[in-house]
């Protein structure tokens, strides 16, 4: 379905006073003034495609099949139903964040709206525990720990640990609220349960290619953060509608932070990594990349460009893909902004436009 609602387009906010320039003005790079093709702006609420008429539209396609939280614009958690975006919000200044895109999750916590003492079964694989609050969980059995909360909500309090295969036994003290145990390394948003386990499904957004994207070269900016991921999980993916010939921009976790890869029929053509220091889970970056024939360059954070001087460019391209692959390599993300310039951009632009 095409998002609407939480995606309302606004263009005022960011049109110049007075002027006649078309509404994808304040997006244009800044050395050659070169206009975007494409503009998602989650954080500002204003999403549109380049083009004469500076004609604003939704763009994006979101798929989820079950509910999901978010914080809203009061700074309260929020259960939105299937199939709507999620964009959050910061539970204290109140600012908007931007869209989440998450992996499937199951809270293995039940009744968490009424949480009591309770054993659960789990497998020895990494788990997260969450909960706000300044109540005390004491975990044994599968796992021995005893954690104690740093506040009520927004002030969640973590454990990431990894269990033996068997009964894990929760014992609750004091203030506790909205716990969430799930299989994982990091905490994704809150799934209120039943009487059950309950699974969150995964967020799947899309945009199809237009007039607006050039197949022979261009440049694409992403800014957000990572909350969680695995090797290869993806923030921007441009494909042919098969794995074996993409765009990608992926997270690298031996180096902690993105990495450029360019695939055509099952080969790799490019693959760079750029300067600069790594990045941790929850920390926003700013990721800007380039490519033409034999000519692929990423920056981060206004880091010195790094490039990949040998390689073809896929074809048959058709959909850009956000925080996740064709086959579903999907972390937890919170996207800012994505915004295309259907040019390959000088490395000083491309510089500029990460910083």
Known sequence: MKLTCDFSVTSAPHRPTGSAAPWYAPWNSPISNTAPGLVLDFAAGIYGIGGASGTLQSTVALTRSTDGTRTD????????????????????????????????RTNLF???????????????VPHMLSFYGTGTITLSGAHVATVTGTGAYPARTTLAFTPTAGALTLT??????????????????????????????????????????NPSQGT????????????????????SGASSTRFSILWNSVLSKPQFQVWEAGALQAAVAPAGNSIGFGTPFRAA????????AISLNGSAVATDTSGILPTGLTTLRLGRSIWGAQGLMLAESVTYY???????EVQALST
């Open 342 to 348: 259907p040019a390959r951009l000088s490395d000083a």
């Open 220 to 239: 694409l900016v992403f800014s957000g953060s990572m909350e969680g991921a695995l090797a290869n999980d993806r923030m921007i993916e441009i494909d």
């Open 73 to 104: 614009a009061t700074g309260a958690i929020e259960v939105l139903g299937p199939n709507v975006a999620r964009i959050d919000h910061d539970a204290t200044t109140l600012a908007r964040l931007g869209l989440v895109l998450e992996t499937s």
């Open 110 to 124: 039940v009744q968490s709206a009424t949480p009591a003492t309770q054993t659960i079964t789990v497998a020895a």
């Open 172 to 213: 609750l003290s004091g203030s506790i609220t909205s716990p969430q145990l799930e299989e994982g390394d990091s905490a994704s948003h809150y799934i209120p349960t039943g009487a059950a386990a309950t699974a969150r499904a995964e967020d799947v957004a899309t945009v199809p290619l237009g007039s607006w994207f």
């Open 289 to 296: 990349i380039s490519y033409a024939l034999n000519d692929f």
